[in-house]
């Protein structure tokens, strides 16, 4: 390879379009992680907690697949409408410049997200939970350990998007 070759390969690599440095923003390559395989994780957590904090035999791997149906369902569908909503239109952050994230909009995605988690999750926790409980007992373990894994997901998405935020 001549010198003049080297030379455009190393302009070319410099320029973010070619070495693809943009491909994307910290928000969507966490929630790639996370549907990837903190899912798989949470749904893990979750089950320990409802079966060593509240003593009831579960099924794990339908918790884990709950976790990823309502992920999916939530974070890639439930949660971009609302934020839309409030003003946040880019909601993965992708096409928004820094400074310009709006926070509120983000807030109320995640917010109608956690209530439609807990709407698509539920039966599935009821079909892995394999002795007969009824009323309190068989709610408060479902939206303990759900409370639980929610609130430290949705601090690391808010912590994610904070520093390139604003109010409205």
């Known amino acids: 390879m001549n010198k003049e070759k080297i030379i455009v390969l190393i302009v ?7 070495v693809f440095a943009n491909a994307g923003s910290p928000m969507m390559w966490f929630g790639i992680l996370h549907l990837l395989w903190i899912n798989a994780i949470i749904g893990i957590y979750e089950s ?13 791997w339908l918790i884990i ?9 939530g974070l890639y569908y439930i949660a971009p409408h ?21 926070l509120k909009g983000f807030i109320f995605g995640m917010l109608f997200s956690f209530f439609a988690t807990l709407l698509i999750e539920f039966p599935f926790y009821l079909l892995a939970i394999k002795q ?24 690391i998405y808010f912590l994610i998007v904070l520093f390139g935020a604003k109010w409205n």
Do not use: H
């Open 48 to 60: 320990n907690i409802i079966t060593s904090k509240f003593n009831i035999e579960n099924r794990k």
């Open 65 to 73: 697949m709950a976790n990823y149906i309502s992920m999916f369902i």
């Open 82 to 102: 609302f934020s839309e909503i409030n003003g946040n239109v880019d909601f993965w952050g992708g096409k928004t410049r820094l400074g310009e994230y709006k």
């Open 132 to 155: 007969k409980i009824n009323g309190w007992k068989l709610i408060k373990p479902f939206l303990m350990a759900n409370l639980i894994t929610n609130i430290t997901m949705f601090l």
């Open 12 to 18: 070319l690599s410099l320029i973010p379009n070619f």
